[in-house]
């Protein structure tokens, strides 16, 4: 919005710029002319002196604004709003996330899949402004996209909510937007993309992880045996069950956990167990655990 004395608000400076608002914020951040401060932005000396300075309003509270004239500074001039981005420099707007896991929520968008030659372009992809690219080096498959993308709302809105950040929802569109900072909610972190109602964050985590990887997967599934006894998760490729320990597992609990744990053993059944501290290191511990089966993912 534009503000008085000439002055605008980073998103309106985005869109006199004609730039993807996260970009700017991103490349304000990047010079040292904002930071974090908890849930709010705020100005660095550094950017105090480049004319930055706080404007109030009783909708938006305190915000950011510049000097119209920025729009000239070097600095911001050189930001390239036809720059090309991929999976791996999207980490930039979503640190929470590893490439691969970009890569594979953009897979279950329909924007792009993957084959043994890397990851390939789909129509729909296309249609959003994908080009398919080779790796000079390996050969390898890898899709780019125009930095536009990470202002798309469906992407962001899947993003944010991978990288279990909370965007408020009636931020009004002239609000700065909370680009980098936010802890999941109960009820998100329990709801699995794939629609399953999980019991804890961590389940959550392993069922996400599970569906974007594309492995099909059953939730609470009984073992092979007489009595009900029930795993936390099942991979029917492989034959793999899947167990979470949360941090502090209840005392009425943990006997039939340490039950079923015999039975995998007595049963020679493949299974695996993650611990509430591995929450971080899915790919690192799913993925080589589910590997030891001969299951690639």
Known sequence: MSVDDNKLSTTALARKLDIPTQQLFA??????????SGENWVLTPKGEFEGGSYQHSRRFGRYIVWP?????????????????????SM????PRLHA?????????????HHSILGWELSQLGRTLGGQQEESD???????????????????HRELTRQSDQIQPASAAQ???????????TDELACHGIDGHVLRSPLESRICNWLYLAQLAHAYQRA??????????????????????????????ELSGRLHRRELYRDLELRHLEINAADVDRLDEILGRGLL?????C
Request: glycine letters at 6%.
């Open 100 to 112: 691969r896991q970009i890569n594979r929520a953009l897979a279950e968008l329909g924007l792009q």
């Open 174 to 184: 002239d609000a700065e937007p909370d680009l980098f900072a936010g802890a999941a």
């Open 223 to 252: 073992l092979p045996t007489e009595e009900l006894v029930y795993a936390d998760f099942y991979v029917p490729e492989g034959s793999v069950y899947i167990d979470c320990w949360e941090e502090n597992v209840p005392a009425n």
């Open 91 to 94: 980490c930039r707007y979503y």
């Open 137 to 155: 080096n390996s050969g390898a498959f890898y899709v780019t996209w125009p930095h536009e993308i990470i202002d798309h709302p469906v992407i």
């Open 68 to 88: 119209e004239r920025l729009d000239h500074h070097p600095l911001v001039a050189a930001i390239e709003s036809n720059q090309r981005i991929t999976a791996a």
């Open 292 to 296: 030891s089966f001969g299951i690639r």
């Open 27 to 36: 490349t304000l951040k990047d010079y040292g002319w904002i930071q974090r």
